[in-house]
């Protein structure tokens, strides 16, 4: 039997290992491979790619330190995927921190990642809205935009370049950040993303792959677009039972669509749950991951 004294400090207690489980343990010591086969209608046979997805670093101490990142470069490259693709937001997310981690040690972390058709990168909102730390004045993501291309990584902003896998041409586009910059006296949020500029590039009809970081723009995205990597959301963050994500980025978004593998008129969109925090230094069940996105055709599937 249990006393009335003990009774009333049993929620006391199970509030005081939720904390350190979303606090400390599962953010700091869990990282998750998050596998999707996706097969878009029109993708050719004879073509398959694995792209691993890194995204939402929020690289700062004592949450996301250099060491860390590089173990991560280390546990995707254990992948062997045919390219990286980096989603954004490398700077700190969070005022709750010890210290910053810079754009040049971030990047030193992810230089060791290696893939046979390269590492590509787009810029998150909060290497737009300031520097390494939230309190740092913004540079116009210039640092993040620099030590990203110092590491080796393409780096995209409204961009599209043709690549090749085994003689099979396919299309990487990358997107400018839809949440740049925010004018007070304008009432919101102006973007640096330019969709129709981007899509203008791709002279020929080779399937094509869009690297954005929030994943607002899907409702936009053309189906000559077979599919949308994205992040930013954070996969909700903290994720309680029965109520679901509660700190998921929702500004003009769906509140359906936070997480995960969706599909609609035969375009695909896949969301990372992301790696480090924003707001507050907590993950509560949605731990780290490393996204791993296997194209191919439904034939060879």
């Known amino acids: 039997m249990i006393d009335r004294r003990a009774f009333l400090r049993l929620p006391a207690s199970v509030a005081l290992a939720g904390a350190v489980y979303s606090v400390v343990l599962e953010p ?16 050719p046979a004879d073509l398959t790619l694995r792209i691993a997805v890194l995204t939402d670093l929020h690289a700062c101490e004592p949450w996301m330190p250099a060491s860390r990142i590089r173990k991560i470069a280390e546990a995707a490259n254990a992948l062997s995927p045919d390219l990286v693709a980096l989603l954004g937001d490398y700077s700190a997310g969070t005022h709750l921190v010890t210290g910053p981690v810079r754009p040049d040690q971030w990047a030193e972390a992810l230089s060791v990642l290696k893939a046979p058709l390269g590492v590509h990168a787009v810029l998150g909102n909060h290497d737009w809205w300031h520097g390494p730390l939230p309190s740092d004045e913004g540079d116009g993501a210039e640092g993040a935009r620099r030590a990203l291309r110092r590491m080796g990584a393409r780096v995209y902003e409204n961009d599209a370049l043709r690549l090749e896998k085994n ?10 950040d839809q949440l740049a910059e925010f004018f007070e006296g304008r ?18 009809d080779a399937p094509a792959i869009l690297l954005a970081h929030e994943p607002f723009i899907f409702d936009r995205v053309p189906r000559r677009v077979a599919l949308t990597l994205s992040g930013h959301t954070h996969g909700g963050q903290i994720n309680l039972p029965l109520l679901g994500p509660v700190v998921a980025e ?5 509140p359906d669509m936070v997480y995960g593998h969706y599909a609609a008129d035969d375009r695909h969109l896949v969301i990372s749950g992301g790696l480090g925090e924003s ?5 509560f069940m949605r731990p780290p991951e490393i996204v791993e996105v296997t194209v191919t055709s439904a034939a060879t599937a």
């Open 28 to 43: 700091n010591f869990f990282l998750d491979v998050t596998r999707y086969r996706v097969t878009p209608k029109d993708w």
């Open 279 to 283: 707001i507050l230094p907590v993950r």
């Open 250 to 254: 929702l500004r003009h978004w769906r």
């Open 187 to 204: 009432g919101g949020w102006t973007g640096r993303d330019d969709l129709d500029a981007t899509l203008a590039q791709v002279s020929d």
């Open 167 to 176: 003689g099979q041409p396919f299309w990487l586009l990358g997107l400018g």
